[in-house]
């Protein structure tokens, strides 16, 4: 897997923008949508959990299910639609940029996995699917599941990672200040 501190930084990017954006605002503090975004990136990972007890080939194992962009985004709908229960005085287009944010970073995770060079491959179109995929180019080194032997990877690791997240905060900067200059321009 990518690391954690990478699966955050890629999420939170992508909440850059979407924090800009008029209805976004109305609801919810810019910061929370930007670490929201990094917390639900880094969520498909909470599978590590069954990783011992479960078979590397199986749905539940790591890189199975909670790593498809068919369940992500359909998690992600679902914790949108309930918050949008809760949060009754938001307009339902706000919610479902919530929810394509939300959907975004869960994806992205699965991608960065993709790109890793070691670890099973991503059940990416599970349930349509349960090939498990790498993408062709694998420039970031796994890291390992277990933290404790995190220390010892590390600069490997965060090594071969630093380029995307300097590619997704600079993305996620320009995304913004693109928003933010459209939204100040008056309507013809």
Known sequence: MASV???FVVG????????????????FRPWALVVSSGLFAMASDLDTVLVRRVPY???LAHRGLTHSAVVQILVALALAAALGALVRALPA???GLVAALLGSAAVSHSLLDALTDGGP?????????KARLFLPWRPIHVSPLRPAAFPRWASRVLSSEWPFWVAAVVAGLIASRLIAGRAQRPDS
């Open 5 to 7: 501190i990478t699966h």
């Open 12 to 27: 939170a990017s992508l909440g850059l923008p979407v924090a800009r954006l008029r209805p976004a605002q109305a609801a």
């Open 57 to 59: 080939d199986d749905v």
């Open 93 to 95: 287009s706000a919610w």
């Open 121 to 129: 491959g991503v059940m990416l179109f599970y349930p349509l699917s």
